[in-house]
């Protein structure tokens, strides 16, 4: 079982077949605040949408195209975070993350970020990684801005969400920046 520790209270970890149950609960108790920024939310019904999504992701992670990890705060599973895939020849990649309402405002998202973006330049020799949110989700927007991305412009209706196209915004962090960045730490 792939584990990544990022503290004494956060771990990330590669879901299993047995996930699919408490992660489809999560999702489920977490659906209408979910749904107002992630696409997917209408689509899992069931703990047996993730069983097919949960083989998928390890065969992501088993064929080295990036990775989807379940975040624990306390042994408790509150979110996910992950490389969406790998772009080896430009060594770049982007971040995708959602965290449950009620973990909210603990740093947990950040210092899951923070912890894979070390992976990624330090171990994966990435050049660059992005970040896209929504315009208006400024919770999410909060992640990269507070961990040094670059602001590179605006996708107008880059995304839709259900019934309607949302702006998205981009971030970019290099490996030069982060460097920089570790540096004044």
């Known amino acids: 079982m792939f ?3 990022v503290d004494e209270q956060i771990e990330l970890r590669l879901l299993e077949d047995n996930d699919a149950e408490p992660l489809f609960a999560l999702v489920d108790k977490q659906r ?3 749904r107002e920024w992630l696409p997917w939310v209408d689509g899992v019904t069931s703990a047996a949408n993730y069983s097919s999504t949960i083989k998928m992701w390890r065969k992501q992670f088993a064929d080295n195209d990036g990775f989807q990890a379940g975040i624990l705060y306390q ?3 509150c979110g ?3 490389f969406h895939s790998y772009h080896w020849a430009n060594r770049s990649t982007s971040i995708g993350y959602w965290l ?3 973990f909210q405002g603990k740093g947990i998202m950040t210092r899951a970020c923070q912890a894979i973006i070390r992976y990624a330049f330090s171990s994966l020799h990435m050049n660059r990684i992005e970040i896209r949110c929504a315009e208006e989700n400024h919770k999410s927007r ?3 801005e507070r961990l040094g991305f670059k602001k590179e412009g605006t996708v107008r209706d880059g995304e839709f969400l259900y019934d309607h196209f949302v702006n998205t915004i981009i971030y970019s962090l290099l490996k030069e920046d982060w460097k920089k960045l570790q540096q004044k730490s």
């Open 32 to 34: 209408s605040y979910l």
């Open 100 to 102: 449950s309402k009620d």
């Open 142 to 144: 909060a992640i990269p």
């Open 3 to 5: 584990t990544f520790k």
């Open 80 to 82: 996910m975070v992950g």
């Open 75 to 77: 042994q408790e599973l």
